[in-house]
């Protein structure tokens, strides 16, 4: 079954960089679209950006130009470099995955596979 492991999380200050990483499991990882989602504290879970198997990347607009999604086909693992840092990025950061094309954010929303996340506080 589907497996998605997220790491990386923490603290940072504002105009700071973090990355994290997804690793999956399960599944047939190169034929799958991924995504990642953020849910802030008392809010919706809302789509940060996504990428398909052809690795062509969409980001919702408050993240472009600061964040950058790619994956590894080999490692099994999904990246977020996250720079610019603001206080409004703060959540749980999830990583979803679903055999979909083309790889937008809302469908995969709905319908993907999810990990368990992992926090990213700015300060």
């Known amino acids: 079954h589907v497996q998605l492991v997220e790491s990386g999380g923490g603290s940072a200050q504002a105009g700071e960089s973090l990355s994290i990483s997804c690793v999956a499991s399960g599944f047939t990882y190169d034929s799958y679209c991924l995504g990642w989602f953020r849910q802030p504290p008392g809010k919706e879970r809302e789509g940060v950006a996504a990428?398909?198997?052809?690795?062509?990347?969409v980001y919702e607009d408050s993240v472009k130009g600061r964040f950058a999604i790619s994956r590894d086909n080999v490692k099994n693992t999904l990246y977020l470099q996250m720079d610019g840092l603001k206080p409004e990025d703060t959540g749980v950061y999830y990583c979803?995955?679903?055999?979909?094309?083309?790889?937008?954010?809302?469908?995969?929303?709905?319908?993907?596979?999810w990990g368990r996340g992992t926090q990213v506080t700015v300060s």
């Open positions: 990428v398909g198997v052809r690795g062509s990347p």
């Open positions: 979803a995955a679903l055999q979909l094309s083309p790889c937008l954010l809302a469908p995969l929303k709905l319908l993907g596979h």
